[in-house]
């Protein structure tokens, strides 16, 4: 090779095992090259990439900066690679680009590990379908003794196509579900014929039978050259095998826990059909328990197929005693400490016995309570809770001194092998609280706010109230999202019913009913969250007390303002509304890493009244955020600008001086 200038030269055509070994074969010369010279790799004679320095096996993503012996990855490039599977080839490498800042992850450069990435890419590509893909040549330039840049050069060739798919063996199932099995199986003609969509299949269609009561078959997805020779042609084979129930049941491994626990929470018994559903099911439901770090369900591959199949049921316990202590930080709730003694089995049985505790500049107060997770029957969940707590909100503050009792019933359940994809759950609540409340401070400066107070319900002397809250509530949840923190497809929707009145010593009298729907559209990597909320009140003779009533504002709902500040005013002062109406449209898009970003607009409304037509003459803001991914949610900050301000809306006694506010907090704003 010359000295000092890049040579690259074209490989014949090699097996990857062949080339892997000239790479490895070369290391033992990488010490002879001098800087800004580099090597390509040729079929038999030509050592591997080298710099100037020894490269060792050094993990990547090692942070120490580049000494002696280590050179660092600088940059790694693609030629030839489809534009739409670059990223996916990308991260299937174990050599990564080094980054840019001082702070960031450093990537050393690995003879090993290079060779395993040129298995990894042909690997990739053999199991999306390109069987005849292969690394033409790969490059690597050495600028300096500390430094390399790597480029492979690929020839993807022609993807293999699906020509057409046959079953046989699946005439056992009903007509309604092998015809769903065929249309979910994902082989179709045309398509590329991908290793995972293989996998795929043959699992659908294994679980299809388990779900039809053959615990036994078996599925093989059998593959020929199609006439064009370059494409394949698939046959779904099944041996369904006898059908069978469930057997006797063996439990393993509880030690303080019943065993008649572990049983009533099963959702099989010994003679029922055997489901394959229902054992995954058993193990949610035992999960759920929080009693159990293991749980396994095991049902043996029985090579004589008898027709009462005996189940083995292996659990792990966990710790019983749960502490837990969190600390942090947002702009509406400031520094925030809270904490929880939890018992999971307390007084035997999984019942769940919990005190939790908190103090912020919003609330803080003292919580118990107590689970039932088997109330009567497995569809059926109790709680019950008592608690003294206080909220300092910024248009009042309120104690609360009482308790509830709610009844909570699964309708339906997300089930992947039933093929539903949502769940449903009612709950009826018992609500039975002493409230003490009073509003904010400059409402009493104010003689003229005299005649508004009485109005509120307050005294208007003190500016106070209170009384006993005694009411039924309904509340209805359908969810297909899944993910509470940060969904990213399907949609949420609650509905709840609230009826207050002055049976068994209640003070005030009311009808409220809100909805809450929220839907999540993938757009690629991005996600289109939509959410829509609207609420009224209806009182009675007896009143609706100062807190229930409704305001806008804060990290979650228009954020151009900050938290409590849409609604009616008085003399400048928010007092709450008996009707609301909001909608959000947010656009969240990655960035970098566990960085990502939304942009978003919004509108909402308080009314005076119930379901007012002035409902739909929203205050509107748009602004635009960042979010950072951690285990426990994405941390947000959030910017929001105000399109159409609240004229004479008043913030610590002044009329408000800006149109933005900054909102940091955890997990999505909706």
């Not at 010359?2 to 000239?22: C, K």
């Not at 109406?581 to 990502?596: C, D, K, N, Q, W």
Request: proline share 6%; hydrophobic share 40%; net charge positive.
């Amino acid at each position: 090779m010359m000295a000092g200038r890049r040579v690259r030269d074209r490989l014949v055509p090699m097996s990857l095992p062949r080339l892997a070994r000239v790479l490895l074969a070369g290391a033992a010369v990488l010490s002879t090259v001098a800087p800004g010279r580099a090597q390509s790799s040729t079929p038999a004679t030509s050592p591997a990439p080298a710099t100037s320095t020894s490269a060792p096996d050094t993990p990547a993503g090692a942070g120490k900066s580049p000494g002696p012996g280590r050179v660092r990855v600088t940059r790694v490039d693609f030629t030839g690679v489809s534009p739409s599977i670059l990223p996916a080839l990308r991260t299937t490498l174990s050599t990564r680009a080094s980054s840019r800042w001082p702070w960031g992850r450093k990537t050393y450069f690995s003879n090993a590990r290079l060779a395993d990435d040129l298995r990894r890419i042909e690997t990739w590509y053999a199991e999306h379908g390109f069987a005849n893909a292969k690394i033409d040549t790969y490059d690597v330039d050495v600028p300096s003794s500390s430094e390399v840049a790597i480029t492979f050069h690929v020839v993807e060739g022609l993807p293999v196509h699906i020509e057409s798919v046959q079953t046989f063996g699946l005439e056992v199932l009903s007509e309604p579900v092998r015809a769903r099995l065929l249309g979910e199986l994902g082989l179709n003609a045309g398509a590329i014929r991908t290793r995972a969509a293989v996998d795929r299949a043959r699992e659908l269609a294994r679980t299809a039978l388990q779900e039809e009561g053959y615990p036994y078959a078996r599925v093989a997805i059998l593959e020929a050259p199609a006439a064009n020779g370059q494409d394949v042609t698939l046959t779904v084979a099944a041996e369904a095998g006898q059908t069978a129930v469930f057997g006797p049941l063996t439990i393993t491994g509880e030690q303080s826990v019943a065993e008649w626990v572990i049983r009533r929470q099963l959702a099989f018994g010994p003679g029922d059909p055997f489901k394959r559903s229902r054992i995954v099911e058993s193990q949610r439901r035992l999960y759920g328990l929080e009693l159990f770090d293991f749980v396994n369900i095991d049902v043996p591959s029985l090579q004589d197929q008898p027709a009462e199949v005996p189940v083995r049921l292996s659990v792990t316990e966990g710790r019983h005693h749960r502490v837990r202590v969190a600390v942090g930080y947002g702009t509406e709730e400031k520094a925030r400490i809270a904490g929880s003694l939890r018992n999971v089995n307390f007084l035997g049985g999984g019942r769940t016995g919990t005190i939790e505790a908190k103090w912020s500049s919003l609330d803080r107060g003292v919580r118990a309570s107590l689970g039932v997770p088997y109330f009567f029957s497995g569809s059926y969940r109790a709680d019950v809770s008592v608690q003294q707590w206080d909220a300092h909100e910024p248009a009042y503050q309120l104690r609360t001194r009482g308790g509830r009792g709610t009844i909570t019933r699964e309708l339906t359940r997300h089930d992947s092998y039933g093929r539903r994809k949502s769940s449903t759950r009612a709950a009826i609540t018992v609500v039975d609280e002493f409230e003490r409340f009073s509003i904010v401070p400059e409402a009493l400066a104010d003689p003229s706010f005299r005649d508004d107070l009485i109005a509120l319900g307050l005294d208007p002397e003190t500016g106070a109230g209170r009384g006993t809250l005694v009411a039924l509530a309904l509340d209805l949840t359908h969810d297909t999202a899944g993910n509470p923190l940060d969904a990213r497809r399907g949609y949420f929707a609650t509905l709840h019913l609230e009826q207050a009145g002055p049976f068994a010593g209640g003070d005030w009298g009311y009808f409220e009913a809100t909805a809450d729907v929220r839907g999540y559209v993938p757009l690629g990597r991005s996600v289109l969250a939509l959410k829509a909320r609207a609420g009224g009140i209806d009182p009675s003779a007896r009143g609706v007390p100062f807190f229930k009533r409704y305001f806008l504002g804060g990290s979650t709902t228009l954020r151009g303002w900050g938290r409590y500040e849409v609604s009616p005013l008085r003399d400048g002062l928010v007092v709450g509304g008996l009707g609301f109406f909001e909608t959000t449209a947010e656009l969240r898009f990655p960035v970098r890493g566990a960085f990502s970003g939304v942009v978003f607009g919004e509108g909402g409304q308080v009314t005076e009244l119930a379901w007012d037509d002035n409902m739909l003459h929203l205050r509107t803001d748009v602004g635009l955020g960042v979010r950072y991914a951690t285990p426990i949610g994405p941390i947000r900050a959030d910017f929001g600008y105000q399109l159409n301000p609240v004229p004479g809306l008043l913030i610590a006694g002044a009329e408000q001086a800006r149109r933005w506010r900054i909102h940091v907090s955890v997990g999505q704003a909706f």
